[in-house]
């Protein structure tokens, strides 16, 4: 399986600023996800980030509060935007890291307070 | 009605013991199922995949598929405590993004000593 890392690993933000998260795995990919887990509750699907591409937005997450980037097939970012405490959550990185398989590993997180 | 269900539980069992964690889907068109564990603080970690309808075994972990009763569960034999987690499980289909994993809520599964 991939080895996905995430930084940062937590952090504590001031309501109305903005937190950009990045995830890099060590080998080449063809897909990454970035999901929220808010406290208590399961995974959603925020969006598929598309090497050199636009990223793809789920029911219910823009890309103005959300922007994107994947520059490359080992690293993604995302920026969480203009925060309120609403978006206190884990944020984690996923890839699909083995095609034939359609399995999908998720790197160790993000974990977001907004004060 | 929730695309993929569990039980939330706790469910409790005993060290030794066979845990049974269960999980329906919605979509009939689902190809693939999996079975996450999360540790409390952590992120999910995959445990079993399943395709086909039938029995996988993995050491102790046998993940059961009925495409028909659009039903899986996951057997876990032989349990310890440091099996005590959250188990999510997760559908692919063929809805919305070809590639998209739907969670369901997740069974807190508790090992008693």
């Known amino acids: 399986s991939a080895v996905i890392s995430q930084k940062p690993s937590r952090d504590i933000c001031q309501r109305g600023t903005s937190l950009t998260i990045q995830c890099q795995v060590d080998?080449?990919?063809?897909?990454m996800f970035w999901y929220r887990q808010q406290p208590g509750q399961s995974l959603t699907l925020i969006a598929t980030a598309n090497q050199g591409s636009e990223a793809t937005y789920e029911s219910g997450f823009v890309i103005d509060k959300f922007p994107i980037s994947r520059p490359n097939l080992t690293f993604s970012t995302l920026t969480v935007s203009n925060m309120s405490p609403e978006d206190s959550s884990i944020y984690l990185c996923?890839?699909?890291?083995?095609?034939?398989?359609?399995?999908?590993?998720f790197g160790p997180g993000t974990r977001l307070t907004v004060l | 009605q929730k695309e993929v269900e569990q039980n939330s539980g706790p469910l409790s069992v005993p060290e030794g013991a066979i845990a049974s964690l269960n999980c329906t889907y919605s979509d009939r068109g689902s190809q693939s199922f999996f079975w996450y564990r999360q540790y409390s603080g952590k992120s999910p970690e995959l445990i079993m995949f399943?395709?086909?309808?039938g029995d996988k075994e993995d050491g102790r972990f046998t993940a059961q598929l009925n495409k028909a009763s659009q039903y899986v569960s996951l057997l876990i034999r032989d349990s310890q405590p440091s099996d005590s987690a959250t188990y999510l499980c997760?559908?692919?289909?063929?809805?919305?993004?070809?590639?998209?994993?739907?969670f369901g809520s997740g069974t807190q599964l508790t090992v008693l000593p």
């Open positions: 399943i395709y086909s309808n």
């Open positions: 996923s890839v699909l890291a083995e095609p034939s398989t359609d399995t999908q590993y």
């Open positions: 080998s080449q990919v063809t897909m």
């Open positions: 997760a559908v692919k289909g063929l809805r919305g993004s070809a590639r998209q994993l739907t």
